[in-house]
């Protein structure tokens, strides 16, 4: 049934514009915005629909990763875009763990919903 779907995920946010911001201008994707809500466009067609709930809770697990090839190099240019990193017992004093894994740094968006850069 679903072979040949072009299925994609979403999330919600508490406030679209502010939305539209981090995401477009903070983290540098493509975003387009149509019946009051947001598209993410990430590459390789993936997009990811952002719709606003006013009664938004933010999600308790990570809900979108971003591979990058170092990651703290993204940690130190999203920090410098204001971006603050979750500093969790596994975490270095940067918000990146370093072992038992991929390296990887968690943060939020301004709805509250974790983020991460993976290094991949």
């Not at 508490?14 to 493509?30: S, V």
Request: proline fraction near 7%.
């Amino acid at each position: 049934m679903f072979t040949t779907t072009k299925a994609f995920s979403g999330f919600s946010v508490d406030d679209i514009p502010r939305a539209k911001q981090f995401y477009g201008d903070t983290l540098g994707l493509r975003v387009s915005e149509a019946n009051g809500m947001l598209t993410l466009h990430i590459e390789g067609d993936r997009n990811t629909l952002v719709y606003p709930k006013p009664d938004h809770r933010p999600a308790t697990f990570t809900i979108l990763n971003f591979p990058v090839d170092d990651v703290d190099e993204a940690v130190d240019e999203l920090t410098a875009k204001g971006v603050e990193f979750l500093k969790y017992p596994s975490t270095d004093e940067k918000g990146v763990m370093r072992h038992g894994g991929p390296r990887i740094a968690w943060f939020t968006d301004p709805a509250g919903n974790i983020l991460s850069v993976l290094e991949v």
